[in-house]
Nanobody, 124 residues
């Protein structure tokens, strides 16, 4: 069963922080690579971060040093810690799963077959 449910979005001022969570089904968490992508109105999807089963991570250049992806294996939950947020980070953020880690590129998560419904992040 494929299930991905995001939470933790909201509205913050520039410089603020948010932590996104993604409740994943056991099947998808144990089978696929996990990641996050975002999409702002009128813009294409942008792969933000990926994490593989060993904990290796990749980030888009636009978020390096500010966003951190991590996994809680006991809870089947990937997280996205977002610090020093900027107005250009405003977007719908999606948790995603697929076999994209082999590419070694954060951008590939935007092409995932499996994703959640998204959680809105607004930075003003």
């Amino acid at each position: 069963q494929v299930q991905l449910v995001e939470s933790g979005g909201g509205s913050v001022q520039a410089g603020g922080s948010l932590r996104l969570s993604c409740a994943a089904s056991r099947y998808i968490y144990s089978t696929y690579c996990m990641g996050w992508f975002r999409q702002a109105p009128g813009k294409e999807r942008e792969g933000v971060a990926v994490i593989d089963r060993k904990g290796s991570t990749r980030y888009a250049d636009s978020v390096k040093g500010r966003l951190t992806i991590s996994n809680d294996n006991a809870k089947n939950t990937p997280y996205l810690q977002m610090n020093n947020l900027k107005p250009e980070d405003t977007a719908m953020y999606y948790c995603a799963a697929d076999r994209f880690c082999a590419y070694g590129l954060a951008s590939k998560v935007a092409d995932s077959r499996y994703r959640g419904q998204g959680t809105q992040v607004t930075v003003s």
